[in-house]
């Protein structure tokens, strides 16, 4: 079957501060970090045995990943599998890209998020640059505060066209119809973001054929939904994979939503779901 895994470990230290961000600025111990790259390489030796299904892989840390060696090495070790469709992180792109240039580029993506008062502008851009020009599937994106809009439209204008730059809704932030147009002006895919999605009852692709997976195996449906299917390495899961309706009555995350069978956001991002990225018109 086609599987895709939301993948998220121990791991939850960032080298930024984010104000908005429920993460910022932790620092991990070495025995946090040493059983996050336990569970890590863990995951990564299911996944490559694992061949019966076709994958798609996302992992989405409560930190900063790239940092740390053993997801880059999972990401490029992940991107060779011929069972792999995709294989993607989240990252503020604080760190090197060269490692890029072992992965298989017609697998692997990057999810970048543009953090505005933690990193130069000019060093953000210049990373963006460095993965255009190695061939790198990436999208970049900000949070949609208005003390951002001008860096957004700054960097909107400099970053090559086909990369495409989304907005997420800031959280708790009610939009007025102008400042919505405003963000739509930059990504005409803002409107999906701006508000929760009404999702109890609705059918999802989440606990079918998209999983969330922790650092101890344990599979849920999606990040958000706390009910557990069973474990991943013993394959009790397998029997709990089957349609059924959000339990929740709003999901207001990118990587909820985009599940939603009530939305058309699997054609919109057809073959770039995972690391955001439309479908060319």
């Keep these: 079957m086609d599987l895709t895994v939301l993948y998220r470990g121990p ?12 993460f910022a600025k932790r620092r991990d111990s070495r025995e946090l970090l040493a059983a996050d790259r336990a569970a890590l390489e863990r995951f990564t030796g299911w ?10 892989v ?29 294989v993607a992180i989240q990252t503020n792109l604080s760190g090197r890209t060269g490692w890029t240039a072992g992965a298989d580029r017609d697998t692997l ?20 640059r460095e993965l255009a020009a190695s061939g790198v599937r990436f999208s970049v994106g900000v949070v949609g505060l208005p003390e951002h809009l001008a860096e957004a439209r700054r960097l909107r204008a400099e970053l ?4 495409y730059l989304w907005v997420n809704a800031a959280e708790g932030h ?20 701006r508000h929760p999605h009404r999702s ?10 998209v999983i969330s997976v922790d650092g101890a195996g344990t599979v849920r449906r999606c990040h958000f939904v706390k009910a557990e299917l069973g474990n991943l390495y013993d394959g ?22 985009v599940h939603l069978e009530t939305l058309p956001l699997y054609d919109v991002f057809a073959g770039g779901v995972l690391e955001r990225i439309p479908a060319l018109p």
């Design 109 to 128: 993506a990057l999810w970048c998020t543009y953090h505005p008062g933690q990193v130069p502008y000019d060093r953000f851009l210049g990373k963006c």
């Design 160 to 163: 090559p066209p086909e990369v």
């Design 200 to 209: 109890a009852g609705l059918p999802c692709r989440t606990g079918a054929s």
């Design 58 to 86: 996302l992992f989405t840390p409560w930190g900063e990943g790239l940092v740390r060696s053993w997801y880059r090495r999972a990401l490029v070790e992940l991107s060779h599998l011929p069972h792999v469709r995709r």
């Design 236 to 257: 009790s899961y397998r029997a709990a994979l089957r349609p059924r309706a959000c339990p929740l009555a709003v999901c207001d995350c990118h990587i909820g939503y």
């Design 47 to 56: 996944a490559a045995g694992n061949t019966g299904d076709r994958l798609s």
């Design 174 to 193: 009610a939009y007025t119809d102008p400042e919505a147009a405003d963000w739509t002006g930059l990504d005409p895919l803002f409107p999906y973001s």
């Design 11 to 22: 791991l939850s230290s960032c080298d930024y501060d984010c104000p908005y961000c429920p």
